[in-house]
Every structure is written in C-alpha cells, then in structure tokens.
C-alpha cells in the first residue's frame, strides 16, 4: 500500500491535541511528528484536527436501509452498500451491525428471522472487497421471544461475532417501563388498536414468563462459544447490573436510570449512551438523559444507535460540556475499542490501523473532509 503523509493537522493523541504531520505506511500508522515535514507529495490538512476512525458498537441503521418503510425489503446488497457508505461518510470505520435474534411468529406484533441471513449477505460483500469500512456483527439477543436458542445456534466463532446484547423488552420494565410511552411507539408504528395493544403486552408477557430465564442461559452460553463480549441492555435497577455483572459483562448498553449507570461504575462495566439522546437532550422513551450521565463523570462510550452522523455531533458536543478533546474524542474511539478487545485501532498510534478521519468545523458543527480505513482514503 501506498505511503501517505498527513501534515499541517491538530492530531488528537491520548491526552493532548498536537499540531504536526502523520506518516501512514502498509495500512499502519508508522510516525507521529510534531511540526512540519519537508517530503514532498503530503497531504495538507490546513489546520483540521485529525481524529482515529470512529468505532460504532450499536447502530440500527443497516435495518433501516434494508426497510426503508414499513413492509418494504430493499435488495439487500444495494441496502448494504449504501449502508457501509454512510458510515464511512460520518467517518465511522468500524461498526458493529445491530442484528436482532429471537423473532415471535405468533400475535400482532410478530418479528421475523433475518440475522443469519444478513450477515452472509455482509460477509459475501465483504469478500469481494465491496466494503469501505471495517464490518462486524453484534447480535442483539431478544429474550423475549420464540426462536432465540435456535437462531443463535446458526451461528460460530467463525462469524465476527464481537458483540452479544442482552435484550429484554418485555412490556412495563427496563426500556418500557412506562407502558402509556410503549403504548405511544409500538401502536404508532404497528397501528393497533388499544384491544390489540393489550393482547400484545399479555403475549410478550405470557413469552418471558415461558423462556426467559432458558434464553438468557442461553445467549450467554453461545456468546462464550462465539468469543464475542457480552453486554447489557437498558438495565434500570443495581438488581439488574448485578445479574449482568454476574455474567461477566463489561459493557451496559443504555442503562436507563442514573442509578443503574452509577451501579455499572461500581461494578467495572463501562457504559454506553445513545448520541441522539445526547443531541436531543433526552430519550425518546423518557429514560435518563444521557448529557446527565455525561455531566456526572458515568458515561463512557457513544452509540450512533439509529442516526449516523450523530456519532460525529457528539463527540463534538462532549468535547465542549468537558472542555476536554481527547477525553470525548474517546468516547467514539478508544473506549469502545477496549470495550471489544480490540486492540489495533482506535487511537492514533504507531503500528495501529491507519484508520483517520479529517475534520473541520463550521459555526460548531463538525465536518468530515476526508476517511482513510486501513489507510485507503473511503471519503
Ligand atoms: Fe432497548
């Protein structure tokens, strides 16, 4: 691969932001230089800050793209392409895709089986170098289903399997603990009627009630088989992170009450925030806000969940509320690499993946001018 150098950039490092030039060689970092460089044919960043390529844990956004309204299946490799495309135009270079397993063939409000699916379809691409971006699977384990053990058992170690959550939507706790704001999302989206409604939260209930406790056994077990990092989802109460921490988890995603994120602390596990929350100054289903978290030194990690360029924004945002560059700028890069195990990227290095991403700022808002992954310029 090409040399490449990049000079004249504000290169955001572990705990400072230096001015110099990055030298980037066989897809690696090779050179971090305070200052100019006198070799010819560099890139000239015009004073942009220089940041490692973002690492997106948790993002709906590949569903979107396959449906992009309801009842409507995209084909799925156009949907892929130009979901691997976004990505890399936020400047995103690693992502995890959110694939849900456990679907309900039975009642209103039915999921299908779609995961194992999608992911050959991603990996098929990615075989044949179609992918911008670097492409794992994180497979977001609904507990509160039919088909759980069975989807979950299509999968290997062999699968890029980095991350398994456990999900739990069972009506009136965790996420949906206020049914009224369940009521508001699901009937929206499903168009039920409140005879319907009810039927459905029974069903689901009736679901957990059944396979609750096996699925979870479950989840955890294949999650080991696969090597992938297991993490929480929407805990609420210290009972709930107690459970997780028994399991081992490192990661809790979008604890939904400042006293479950508290407990996380207490218990190691790092925890992760959606952005849109964070720019919205709210949750959608009336949860903590995340800038609360953010403001009481209890979040660690930022998920783009279903807005892209939301990973970018906050970060951004972040580096302002804490008047602290580096330490936001970790919160999309070196946090969620460690919370993967990934130990290659996510921090501008020698030796590390040359994944960089050049951003300006107009008026406060970040903007993207140029992505390398692996050192290959992908926007
Ligand atoms: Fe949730």
Request: charged residues 20%; negative net charge.
């Given at each position: 691969?090409?040399?490449?150098?990049?000079?004249?950039?504000?290169?955001?490092?572990?705990?400072?932001?230096?001015?110099g030039?990055?030298?980037?060689?066989?897809?690696?970092?090779?050179?971090?230089?305070?200052?100019?460089?006198?070799?010819r044919?560099?890139?000239?960043?015009?004073?942009?800050?220089?940041?490692?390529?973002?690492?997106?844990?948790?993002?709906?956004?590949?569903?979107?793209h396959?449906?992009?309204?309801?009842?409507?299946?995209?084909?799925?490799?156009?949907?892929?392409?130009?979901?691997?495309?976004?990505?890399a135009?936020?400047?995103?270079?690693?992502?995890f895709?959110?694939?849900?397993?456990g679907?309900?063939?039975?009642?209103?409000?039915?999921?299908?089986?779609?995961a194992r699916?999608v992911?050959?379809?991603?990996?098929?691409?990615?075989?044949?170098?179609a992918?911008?971006?670097?492409?794992?699977?994180?497979?977001r384990?609904e507990?509160?289903?039919?088909?759980?053990?069975?989807?979950?058992?299509?999968?290997?170690?062999d699968?890029?399997?980095?991350?398994?959550s456990?999900?739990?939507?069972?009506?009136?706790?965790?996420?949906?603990?206020?049914i009224a704001k369940?009521k508001?999302?699901?009937?929206k989206?499903?168009?039920m009627?409140?005879?319907?409604?009810?039927?459905?939260?029974?069903?689901?209930?009736g679901?957990?009630?059944d396979?609750?406790?096996?699925?979870e056994?479950?989840?955890v077990?294949?999650?080991r088989?696969?090597?992938?990092?297991?993490?929480?989802?929407?805990?609420?109460?210290?009972?709930?992170?107690?459970?997780?921490?028994?399991?081992?988890m490192?990661?809790?995603?979008?604890?939904?009450?400042?006293?479950?994120?508290?407990?996380?602390?207490?218990?190691?596990i790092?925890?992760?925030?959606?952005?849109?929350?964070?720019i919205?100054?709210?949750?959608?289903?009336?949860?903590?806000?995340?800038?609360?978290?953010?403001?009481?030194?209890?979040?660690?990690?930022?998920?783009?969940?279903?807005?892209?360029?939301?990973l970018?924004?906050?970060?951004?945002?972040?580096?302002?509320?804490?008047?602290?560059?580096?330490?936001?700028i970790?919160?999309?890069?070196?946090?969620?690499?460690r919370?993967?195990?990934?130990?290659?990227?996510?921090?501008i290095?020698?030796g590390?993946?040359?994944?960089?991403?050049?951003?300006?700022?107009?008026?406060?808002t970040?903007?993207?001018?140029?992505?390398?992954?692996?050192?290959r310029?992908?926007?």
């Open positions: 691969m090409t040399d490449m150098i990049l000079t004249n950039a504000q290169i955001v490092l572990d705990d400072e932001v230096i001015r030039t990055v030298t980037l060689r066989g897809g690696r970092i090779a050179g971090i230089d305070p200052g100019g460089t006198a070799a044919g560099e890139v000239d960043l015009d004073g942009d800050m220089l940041l490692p390529g973002l690492i997106e844990l948790h993002t709906d956004n590949l569903e979107r396959l449906e992009p309204r309801p009842n409507v299946d995209w084909p799925h490799a156009a949907a892929i392409l130009a979901h691997d495309g976004e990505l135009s936020t400047g995103i270079t690693t992502v895709d959110a694939l849900r397993v679907s309900i063939h039975t009642g209103k409000g039915r999921y299908e089986k779609y699916t992911a050959n379809e991603v990996f098929a691409l990615r075989a044949q170098g992918l911008r971006i670097n492409h794992y699977v994180h497979l384990a507990i509160c289903s039919e088909t759980l053990a069975e989807e979950m058992a299509e999968f290997g170690p699968d890029r399997v980095g991350i398994v456990l999900m739990d939507h069972t009506p009136g706790q965790r996420q949906f603990r206020d369940l508001q999302y699901v009937a989206k499903r168009s009627t409140d005879d319907e409604f009810d039927d459905h939260v029974a069903h689901l209930k679901l957990q009630a396979n609750g406790d096996r699925h056994a479950e989840a077990a294949h999650a088989r696969y090597g992938a990092v297991l993490a929480s989802h929407d805990d609420t109460t210290a009972d709930h992170v107690a459970v997780s921490a028994s399991h081992g490192r990661l809790a995603e979008f604890p939904t009450t400042r006293e479950a994120a508290e407990a996380c602390h207490a218990n190691g790092q925890v992760m925030m959606g952005a849109p929350n964070l919205r100054g709210g949750s959608h289903s009336g949860n903590v806000a995340a800038h609360e978290l953010a403001e009481a030194g209890l979040l660690d990690i930022v998920s783009s969940d279903y807005v892209p360029s939301a970018m924004s906050s970060a951004f945002l972040l580096a302002d509320l804490w008047d602290d560059v580096p330490r936001a970790a919160t999309v890069t070196a946090n969620p690499a919370a993967t195990g990934l130990t290659d990227r996510g921090r290095a020698p590390l993946h040359a994944d960089l991403v050049r951003v300006g700022r107009i008026e406060g970040p903007v993207v001018r140029g992505v390398w992954c692996h050192g310029q992908v926007g």
